[in-house]
Nanobody, 127 residues
Framework: QVQLVESGGGLVQAGGSLRLSCAASGRTFSNCAMGWFRQAPGKEREFVAAISWSGVSTYYADSVKGRFTVSRDNAKNTVYLQMNSLNAEDTAVYYC????????????????????WGQGTQVTVSS
């Protein structure tokens, strides 16, 4: 089992920045590929970013590429999502997810590939 707790959400003006954190406990975090997803009101959950457990490989949705950066600190059992140049379309509940894997460079971008999920943190961007 992996327990995930997101933090760092809040209200920010358009053009601003936020950094989300996802703290993991339980099973060895360093062997988990991690992902960030989001769900806006009335919409389905969508992929945002992913990172392999080695941290070497990352992958982004086109809508956030160049604005968001995913990173991880395995010593702190934490994954981060730095979000810059936020706009109203980024308003959503953001979730982190974990997927144990033996492949150091592997990431996943389908929600069904992930085994563990956090409760989410709300990000609201005012225009």
């Amino acid at each position: 089992q992996v327990q995930l707790v997101e933090s760092g959400g809040g209200l920010v003006q358009a053009g601003g920045s936020l950094r989300l954190s996802c703290a993991a406990s339980g099973r060895t975090f360093s062997n988990c590929a991690m992902g960030w997803f989001r769900q806006a009101p009335g919409k389905e959950r969508e992929f945002v970013a992913a990172i392999s457990w080695s941290g070497v490989s990352t992958y982004y949705a086109d809508s956030v590429k160049g604005r968001f950066t995913v990173s991880r600190d395995n010593a702190k059992n934490t994954v981060y999502l730095q979000m810059n140049s936020l706009n109203a379309e980024d308003t959503a509940v953001y979730y982190c997810a974990a997927r144990p894997t033996s492949l150091a460079g592997k990431y996943f971008h389908a929600s069904g590939d992930y085994n563990y999920w956090g409760q989410g943190t709300q990000v609201t961007v005012s225009s």
